[in-house]
């Protein structure tokens, strides 16, 4: 899926299982994955000598990080960085040529003011790369036997989200090349009930007739490429909690969601479904930018 990965590391135990599993890809064409480290700008400012300390004290955590990567047979490097993180994440990945921006979440330290802050806002409004959000509880789940099985196989059971804008047109694009792997794939479409009810919702059989066969339209499409299977449903709720009990229910190992672009439309996204269905998913989400990102 992809051969270039920037992997954003907190440096922590639990980032040395997310790459870990990003390593696990080497199997899948995974050719390279640069480790980046970037200390907010504001911790840094104004104290002399302070970059120094950190680059020597970090350096060593770093080359380990990457030392795993090469141990399983894939080139690596790291990078250390001072500054806004969002804007030094985009800059690295595109040095890099990285093709996605992969962090593991697990709720502590940098990775806990990430999710509860306005850092993965940033992120996940700004970049104009896909985000995949690891979920380092789920792997913690897993007998590490299994680990690298869970890992090699992330990519071969997928949920897609969409609503049919062209913001999710990216989020298509990466399943379709999924589905050239072979991969199972699940199509769920959220009618917004708050837009339903009350005044439409004598229409709500026409809307979901209407979308189920727009939803058919695709699984045919992925079916020819040579997805495995493809199945679909149209459910009516609030779009976060009717994608979230579709992902318990279907269990998939990965999920695939959209965003909108920069403007308001990105903020009311990301903070409604987007930035909440990747906090709270129990398998890991790739986010993934609209195509004029």
Same mark, same amino acid.
């Given at each position: 899926?992809?051969?270039?990965?920037?992997?954003?590391t907190?440096l922590?135990?639990?980032?040395?299982?997310a790459?870990?599993?990003?390593a696990?890809w080497?199997g899948?064409g995974l050719a390279?994955?640069? &480790?980046?480290?970037?200390?907010s700008?504001?911790y840094v400012a104004g104290a002399?000598g302070?970059e $120094?300390k950190?680059?020597a004290?970090?350096?060593?955590k770093? $080359?380990r990080q990457?030392q795993?990567?090469r141990?399983?047979g &894939?080139h690596a /490097?790291w990078?250390? #960085?001072?500054?806004?993180?969002?804007l030094e994440?985009e800059?690295?990945?595109?040095?890099?040529?990285? =093709?996605?921006v992969?962090?593991?979440s697990?709720g502590?330290?940098w990775i806990k $003011?990430v999710?509860?802050?306005?850092?993965?806002?940033?992120?996940l409004?700004?970049?104009?790369?896909p985000?995949l959000?690891i979920?380092?509880?789920r792997?913690l =789940?897993?007998p590490r $036997?299994?680990c690298?099985?869970f890992?090699g196989?992330l990519?071969?059971?997928?949920?897609l989200?969409?609503d049919?804008s062209?913001a999710?047109?990216?989020a298509?694009?990466?399943?379709?090349?999924?589905?050239?792997?072979g991969a199972?794939?699940?199509?769920v479409?959220?009618q917004?009930?708050s837009?339903?009810f009350p005044?439409?919702?004598?229409?709500?059989? #026409?809307?979901n007739?209407?979308d189920?066969r727009r939803? =058919?339209e695709?699984?045919?499409?992925l079916?020819?490429l040579g997805a495995?299977?493809?199945?679909?449903e149209v459910?009516?709720?609030?779009?976060v909690k009717?994608?979230?009990?579709?992902?318990?229910?279907?269990?998939?190992r990965?999920v695939?969601?959209?965003?909108?672009?920069r403007g308001?439309g990105a903020r009311?996204?990301?903070?409604?479904t /987007?930035h909440?269905?990747a906090r =709270?998913? !129990?398998?890991?989400?790739? &986010?993934? !930018?609209?195509? #004029?990102a």
């Amino acid at each position: 899926m992809f051969r270039r990965v920037l992997f954003a590391t907190d440096l922590s135990a639990a980032a040395d299982l997310a790459l870990d599993c990003v390593a696990g890809w080497q199997g899948l064409g995974l050719a390279n994955v640069a &480790v980046a480290h970037v200390h907010s700008i504001g911790y840094v400012a104004g104290a002399a000598g302070l970059e $120094e300390k950190l680059r020597a004290d970090h350096a060593p955590k770093l $080359e380990r990080q990457a030392q795993r990567v090469r141990d399983a047979g &894939v080139h690596a /490097s790291w990078r250390l #960085e001072f500054g806004v993180p969002y804007l030094e994440l985009e800059r690295v990945a595109r040095e890099e040529g990285a =093709e996605v921006v992969v962090l593991g979440s697990h709720g502590g330290s940098w990775i806990k $003011e990430v999710w509860l802050g306005s850092i993965a806002d940033a992120i996940l409004r700004h970049l104009t790369l896909p985000v995949l959000v690891i979920k380092v509880n789920r792997l913690l =789940e897993i007998p590490r $036997e299994r680990c690298a099985d869970f890992c090699g196989s992330l990519f071969g059971k997928v949920l897609l989200a969409t609503d049919f804008s062209p913001a999710t047109a990216g989020a298509v694009d990466s399943v379709r090349k999924l589905a050239r792997q072979g991969a199972e794939v699940r199509l769920v479409h959220v009618q917004e009930h708050s837009r339903i009810f009350p005044h439409l919702a004598s229409r709500l059989d #026409e809307f979901n007739r209407e979308d189920a066969r727009r939803l =058919e339209e695709l699984a045919g499409e992925l079916r020819r490429l040579g997805a495995r299977e493809v199945s679909q449903e149209v459910r009516t709720d609030h779009p976060v909690k009717g994608l979230l009990a579709a992902i318990r229910e279907w269990q998939p190992r990965l999920v695939v969601v959209g965003r909108h672009g920069r403007g308001a439309g990105a903020r009311r996204l990301i903070g409604s479904t /987007s930035h909440d269905v990747a906090r =709270e998913s !129990p398998a890991p989400v790739l &986010v993934v !930018p609209p195509r #004029e990102a």
